[in-house]
């Protein structure tokens, strides 16, 4: 199941957010600043591009669908979109191996909004983990939202476990995205198409998971052929860090993270030395910090836990 949310045609779970903010557009009302903020995989970065799609193809021969809050697979828009060569489209995400969206790529776009376009429609500048903008992105981006070209709408995807600087969020309409746990799995089981908690061991979910991050570990496990009724938290951890999937592979790191701090919270509910365990864990994120921080090698850091707690 693909959770690129330039390619999801289908909208779950953000139905409400949509239905609002396309009232407001063709009210004309429609802010030129909308920050969405909740926790990753939540359906942000999809909301956006639904609601960038009915806009940018109001007039295409398979424009949005509003009856079922869908996009036509042969809608032009969509699939300059997914390539991210719409001429009304500019968006900026942190850069692979980066650790900030950096002042250069918020010049460019600046550029870009100053150059005159050959149709006469909104144009879009979509900024995605923007709580990832350094200092000098954000001086730069204030002075270009402050006083936006003439239809020109800037949606800013804040994922709200990091935070942003006030004066970027003062600027902006607000939408704040959050799901419950029964939420998010009745999202997650539209987009699989299956009960969830038939195929995925109760003791492996959070009632912090997003969608997304439920998705992605589906998608994990049928792709290493995991059966997840069968794992728990800890024999599941101790099976990523054996087999080294984590290396290379980023979200596998970030799911791996993620089970590691379920573990930790099960772990405190149930011991007797929460102290300790308290300060241990404390030292295991201030040192996956310096790592992501630092680039250093993970592998001693993981094995350090497997070894301590495992």
Do not use: W
Not at 117 to 146: G, P, Y
Not at 160 to 182: D, G, H, M, Q, V
């Amino acid at each position: 199941m693909n959770l690129k949310p330039s390619e999801n045609t289908k909208i779950y779970g953000m139905e409400n957010f949509f239905n609002e903010l396309v009232g407001l557009y063709k009210q004309k009302k429609m802010p030129n600043k909308i920050l969405l903020s909740g926790k990753k995989g939540s359906g942000k970065s999809t909301l956006a591009y639904h609601l960038i799609n009915y806009i940018l193809s109001e007039n295409e021969k398979y424009k949005y669908n509003l009856e079922n809050l869908s996009i036509n697979n042969n809608n032009r828009s969509y699939k300059l979109l997914q390539s991210n060569s719409h001429p009304n489209f500019y968006l900026i995400d942190l850069l692979t191996d980066k650790k900030s969206i950096d002042v250069s790529q918020i010049r460019e776009m600046i550029n870009y909004t100053n150059k005159s376009t050959f149709n006469d429609m909104a144009r879009f500048i979509l900024i995605d983990n923007v709580e990832n903008l350094n200092k000098n992105s954000v001086n730069a981006l204030l002075k270009i939202i402050e006083e936006p070209s003439n239809n020109v709408f800037f949606i800013l995807i804040n994922n709200n476990e990091k935070n942003i600087l006030p004066t970027l969020k003062s600027r902006c309409l607000t939408f704040k995205i959050n799901l419950t746990f029964n939420e998010s799995l009745n999202i997650s089981n539209s987009i699989l198409e299956k009960n969830v908690l038939e195929f995925i061991n109760y003791d492996l979910l959070s009632y912090y998971n997003s969608p997304g991050e439920i998705v992605s570990l589906f998608n994990f496990a049928e792709e290493k052929s995991i059966e997840l009724d069968k794992h728990t938290v800890s024999s599941f951890i101790n099976l990523i860090i054996e087999n080294n999937y984590y290396k290379k592979n980023k979200p596998v790191k970030v799911l791996l993270v993620n089970l590691i701090e379920l573990f930790f919270l099960k772990k405190y509910m149930t011991t007797n030395t929460k102290t300790s365990l308290n300060n241990f864990y404390h030292k295991f994120i201030k040192k996956i910090y310096n790592t992501e921080k630092f680039n250093l090698d993970e592998e001693s850091l993981f094995l350090e836990f497997k070894s301590e707690l495992l």
